[in-house]
Every structure is written in C-alpha cells, then in structure tokens.
C-alpha cells in the first residue's frame, strides 16, 4: 500500500533530508530549501501536508528580532519513510530476482 | 496506486541525493565556523610573528588557547538542540581531534628542531593535510580548500622570500575565511 503522503517526490525528498539528522535535531527553513533548490511557497506547502499527516513536526520562532521556522522529522515520520523506501527497495528487487 | 521499477529507481537515487547533500551541507556549515575562527587566528598569528617575531611565542600561545575556547563555544553553539547524552560526545571528539593534532605537531617541532620558517609552514600544512582526507569523507569543497592551504604555504616557503609571516597571514588565513564564509553562504 502506498503512502500517498509521502510518495510525493518533493515530501519523499523533505523526509529523507530530515531523516539524516539527530531524532531531536532541527533544521532551518532556509537550510532545507537551499538543500531541495526549490521555492518558499512550494515548500511551505509540503511542509504543511507533512505536518497535517503529523510526520513533522513545524517549529515557528524568533531568533533575535528574525523570524525562525525550524522543521524536524516525528517518529511516526520515520518510520513512514523507512517503510516507504523499504517499499520502493522492495519493487526494485522483486524485479532484478 | 502502482509505482513501476523506473519510478522507484529514480524517487531512491533522489532519496540518495538529498542525504547525501543534507550531510555534506550540515558538515559545511559547522567547518565553516571553524574555518573562520582558525583563519582570523592565523591572520593574526602570522602578521604578529612577522611584525613582532620576538613575541611570536607568546602570540601563538594565546591565539592557542583563544582557539580552543572559540572551538568549544561553536561546537556548544551549533550542538545547543541536540539531547545532552548525545551532546557531550558530539563535543568530545573534535576537542580531542585538536588536542591530537597540536600534540603531534608540537612533539615533531621539537623532535625534528625546525628551523623559524619551516615550523611557520609545518603548521599550515599539517592542518591542510588532515582537512584534506576528513574532505575527502565529509565534502570535497573542504578538499579544495585544504589542497589551497598547502599550495599557497608551500608557494609561499620557496617564493616570499623575508614575507613569509606576511604571505601566510594574507593568503592561508585569508583563504581560511574566505573558504569559511563561502561554506557558511
């Protein structure tokens, strides 16, 4: 069964950057889009599915006087990209076997 | 929903590529830091042993110590979200790294009784070594910029002449930040 959420290419994309990081770490806005090369409102969008299907977590604050949105994957997040690469790895075995 | 072969080869080989560019930017952006540290000192470090060179024992032990507590204070800054189990070794291992790295420098400058100008340019190129193979891991960027170091050093040891201090500080530190800030961009 595939997880529409996820499967979208620029979420899987989302999911596998913040995958990297630490369980409790963070990342930048700015930061994940320089990594994804992709605009403000597309992202933003993405990042607002994600966390409706509660597989980020979407953290808005000030650093100073500058306005900071900081994004980390949740657990349930983790594992629903493990499960979905696992699931992509699985179509591309079944088909080199 | 069905997903064929060729999709899921491409949506992997992407899932590859952004861990690969999120570890690679996430390195830059903490050698960045270091890097601009570490090449304000040599600036410093170097013009003062050129201007000041009977003082430069003294300059390069304070810029040391000044150093190791810039170190400490970035690797608190840039590990401040991470839990405290997982924090305390994160900044272990770069102190120790250079810890190492002076021991090992200071005990063949003693060993091998270099002369002033080949200890102004053992330093650099020790350091431009190390940074080269942890690129070669980490992101060739820092590669790039360590293989630099050394080929500005070794230009400067045979070609400066008496600027050799002067070379060190405008090329290698300069070069450090230019490189730093550019990782951090």
């Known amino acids: ?97 | 929903m069905s997903i064929d072969p060729q999709e899921a080869d491409a949506l992997l080989k992407g899932v590859e590529g952004v861990e690969k560019r999120t570890r690679e930017l996430l390195v830059y952006a903490r050698a960045g830091d270091y890097m601009i540290l570490w090449g304000v000192l040599w600036v410093i470090g170097y013009g003062g042993e050129f201007w000041a060179w009977h003082y430069a024992h003294d300059i390069w032990l304070s810029l040391d110590a000044i150093g190791i507590v810039g170190t400490c204070l970035i690797i608190w800054r840039t590990t401040r979200c991470i839990e405290p189990g997982r924090r305390r070794f994160i900044f272990v291992r770069p102190l120790i790294s250079i810890l190492v790295l002076m021991g090992f420098g200071i005990l063949w400058v003693w060993l091998a009784n270099f002369g002033g100008r080949e200890q102004s340019a053992f330093w650099p190129t020790l350091c431009g070594a190390l940074l080269f193979c942890f690129g070669l891991w980490a992101g060739r960027t820092l590669s790039i910029a360590a293989a630099l170091v050394v080929a500005l050093t070794m230009a400067g040891y045979f070609w400066s002449g008496p600027w050799f201090g002067l070379w060190l500080a405008v090329t290698c530190g300069g070069a450090l930040i230019l490189g730093g800030l550019w990782l951090r961009r």
């Open chain 1, 1 to 97: 069964m595939v997880d529409e959420v996820i499967h979208q290419s620029m979420r899987l994309k989302i999911m596998s950057s913040l995958n990297v990081l630490g369980r409790s770490d963070w990342l930048d806005f700015t930061r994940l889009k320089s990594i994804l090369e992709t605009t403000d409102g597309n992202l933003g969008a993405h990042l607002e599915t994600l966390s409706k299907a509660g597989y980020i977590q979407i953290d808005k604050r000030f650093e100073g006087k500058r306005p900071q949105t900081r994004v980390k994957a949740t657990t349930l997040g983790r594992r629903a990209f493990a499960d979905h690469v696992a699931y992509l790895r699985g179509i591309l075995d079944s088909t080199a076997e």
